[in-house]
């Protein structure tokens, strides 16, 4: 069966793609077993250059025919094998996407970007095993005169602290 026939909803190709654009493909993409992934009624195998693959859904095949990426679901009923999707999407929401009224795609976008980029900078995490790299006025010993002052993130919803002069 051509890659162009599998039964994945044109949407989630489309979300995959625009995931990995700039050449960062990932070797690995978690999913859920869902209906909307184009569920085999048992693993299918294919013969292909190199040996025999197996797929358990239409998604796993187009993401390694097409994309060179390697589909691993999560077990069925099992939301807790991601926790840290999980949790990092609901912390998203509640930190920054409900405080908004969105335009439009490109506004979603920018309040994602920002709060990444602020959760990865700005914020103690147990991802990152404790406290960010501090910033380069932190590494030096605070002045005797200086003074904490907040930076507003998202239009102020969160707040950046900093020392300065």
Known sequence: MPSDTLLVHAWVKQQIREATAWDQIPR????DNDGVCGQFGRPVHVERAGGKRSYRCHLERWLDEVMGIEGLPIPFG???ASPHVERFMRTLRE???NHFLFLGEGHVRRVVREYVRYDNGARPSQAIHGIPEPYPELKQ??????RLVALPVLGGVLHDYRLVA
Do not use: D, T
Request: no cysteine; glycine share 6%.
């Open 95 to 97: 930190e920054a996407l």
């Open 78 to 80: 099992a939301p807790n």
């Open 28 to 31: 690995f993409l978690l999913h």
């Open 141 to 146: 010993p605070p002045p005797s005169s200086g």
